[in-house]
């Protein structure tokens, strides 16, 4: 229904959309082929639709784990690729900083995430020392988490690819959301169509 109405699915709806179709699929080709021992079960398996087609799209961009694969779009591959070379680049740089002369402003050598930004945690007392940008600030307040301004850019750079990611993430989701509303119907009727046999089912097992 929200797919009709111009919704948009998320990975994990849409997992369970291939799930489902998936499940109806093998469902259907069983009681064909046991059509001569329960004929009105086959019978109902007839309006089960066949969404291969959905259902491998769906595969190929959403991998188990109800995630957006890295090549679920040519677009997607080069910007999560970008991601982890500026990432790398950023670590390698804070690692360097941290062994550097400003080692010894630093309450911990250590780089850690505050705001989805790579800080390190400087004893307040000197805060003059090590420019950069103040993110957060420990619970007994010596301690502030300072981005170096030496890496300041890199994550702008970044925060930027992670919105063209989101972007692209929409875009593909949007696309694999209208392939199931143009199959809203057959996979209404598959779907009343697995419920009678279901409830055939738990009628028998009763």
Do not use: C
Not at 42 to 55: C, H, P, Q, S, Y
Not at 114 to 122: A, E, K, L, S, T
Not at 172 to 189: C, G, K, Q
């Amino acid at each position: 229904k929200r797919a009709i109405r111009g919704g948009l699915l998320e990975p994990g709806d849409l997992l369970d959309v291939a799930d489902t179709a998936a499940s109806a699929r093998r469902l259907k080709k069983f009681l064909q082929e046991n059509k001569e021992d329960a004929p009105i079960l086959a019978a109902l398996a007839n309006m089960i639709g066949a969404f291969t087609t959905l259902e491998a799209e769906i595969r190929q961009a959403i991998d188990d784990h109800g995630e957006v694969r890295d090549d679920a779009s040519r677009t997607l591959h080069e910007i999560r690729r970008g991601m982890r070379i500026l990432q790398n680049r950023i670590k390698e740089k804070m690692d360097s900083y941290v062994r550097g002369p400003a080692s010894k402003y630093l309450q911990e050598t250590i780089v850690t995430i505050r705001d989805n930004r790579f800080v390190v945690p400087v004893k307040i007392e000197h805060r003059g020392q090590v420019p950069g940008i103040v993110h957060d600030q420990s619970g007994s307040g010596s301690t502030l988490f300072i981005e170096p301004m030496a890496v300041v850019e890199m994550n702008n750079e970044i925060k930027e690819l992670a919105l063209k990611e989101r972007e692209e993430i929409v875009r593909i989701l949007t696309r694999l959301t209208s392939l199931l509303a143009n199959e809203a119907d057959t996979m209404v009727d598959t779907l009343q169509a697995v419920a009678q046999i279901d409830f055939a089912s738990a009628k028998g097992k009763l």
